[in-house]
């Protein structure tokens, strides 16, 4: 059961974002939803919640990211996690953090961290063993 039913993160430039989150989200599992240019990009994966919203920022303000906040993606696979991490770098993200394990969360915590375009902080988590 879903806890939480979206998450938004803004954009200050949606064709770039389009780019990104389609290969970044496709890695583990995410389709992006046919929706009409003026609407936000919305990604699911499997028909289930949380939506993943790309938002220019209502108040015409510009698009930052918040210092010591993060989300992270359940990936099903290790190579789920290095999918993610290869496509950001190949879509204009930033690396965080190289795909591996950490142990220091957990037995079979393998985890990758980048930034998306906008400097949003973004994590693929898999817990499952190799």
């Not at 210092?67 to 290095?82: P, S």
Request: net charge negative; glycine share 10%; charged share 25%.
């Amino acid at each position: 059961m879903a806890v939480l039913s979206h998450i938004t993160l803004g954009t200050n430039d949606k064709a770039r974002s389009a780019r990104f989150y389609d290969a970044v989200l496709g890695a583990i599992g995410f389709e992006r939803l046919p929706k009409p240019p003026e609407k936000p990009l919305a990604y699911e994966r499997g028909g289930e919640m949380p939506m993943i919203y790309i938002y220019s920022p209502e108040d015409g303000r510009p698009a930052t990211w918040g210092n010591g906040t993060h989300i992270a993606f359940l990936a099903d696979r290790r190579e789920q996690v290095r999918a993610f991490h290869e496509l950001a770098m190949k879509n204009g993200g930033m690396n965080e953090g190289e795909p591996g394990e950490r142990p220091h969360y957990g037995a079979d915590y393998y985890a990758a961290y980048v930034r998306d375009p906008d400097g949003n902080k973004l994590q693929a988590v898999c817990y499952a063993p190799e």
